[in-house]
């Protein structure tokens, strides 16, 4: 599933497999990070000094409505039968200029790799599960992304969830690596037992 919302005109591309949503929303940034996004290039295949694409701290959430609209949990703790739901926003990426002058565009793209706490061996990973190309008239500055997963396979105990952002712009392909910890507990008792 793939929602994409936007105060410009835009002219989305994006693919995403449902299980892993990818939400988009346009517009101006009202806390910016530092960094911010890379500076736009002239045609697309300006050569830039090395960037990394950086995230906000990652959170996870019961829900997730919109921009900075979500619920954060409490403690990242679940039952294997709800969903592990992730909220950040991307930022030091790279924006060129499309071809003619005629807006402008982005390229990210997610990884999810799944460890069980403190342990470097992957037990699920999944490549791929972003790939978003925003093209709008307006740099797309200003944009959320979330990841939703199932955890069903998943014994109780503690996790790691490693985010990989990748800008694709960027010479080089950079990424980051975010790890979000979180934990699988049993589901509480049935009433009056």
Not at 49 to 78: K, M, N, Q, W, Y
Not at 88 to 108: C, K, M, S
Not at 182 to 191: G, K, T, Y
Request: aromatic fraction near 6%.
């Amino acid at each position: 599933m793939s929602d994409h919302r936007s105060r410009s005109n835009p002219r989305p591309r994006a693919t995403a497999p449902s299980l892993l949503p990818l939400l988009l929303l346009l517009g101006p940034l009202p806390v910016a990070p530092a960094a911010g996004p890379a500076p736009v290039d002239d045609p697309p295949t300006a050569s830039t000094a090395p960037r990394h694409p950086d995230l906000t701290g990652p959170i996870v959430c019961l829900s997730v409505r919109g921009f900075r609209e979500f619920v954060p949990r409490e403690e990242p703790s679940l039952t294997k039968d709800e969903k592990l739901q992730v909220y950040y926003e991307p930022f030091n990426f790279t924006i060129v200029r499309l071809e003619g002058g005629e807006g402008f565009r982005a390229h990210l793209t997610q990884d999810v790799r799944i460890r069980k706490a403190g342990q470097g061996k992957v037990i699920q990973e999944i490549e791929g599960v972003i790939d978003y190309a925003p093209e709008s008239d307006d740099p797309p500055t200003s944009f959320y992304m979330f990841t939703t997963l199932e955890l069903k396979r998943l014994p109780v105990g503690p996790y790691e969830l490693d985010l990989v952002l990748r800008d694709e712009l960027a010479e080089g392909t950079p990424e980051t690596v975010q790890v979000v910890p979180f934990e699988i507990v049993s589901p509480p008792p049935p009433d009056g037992r």
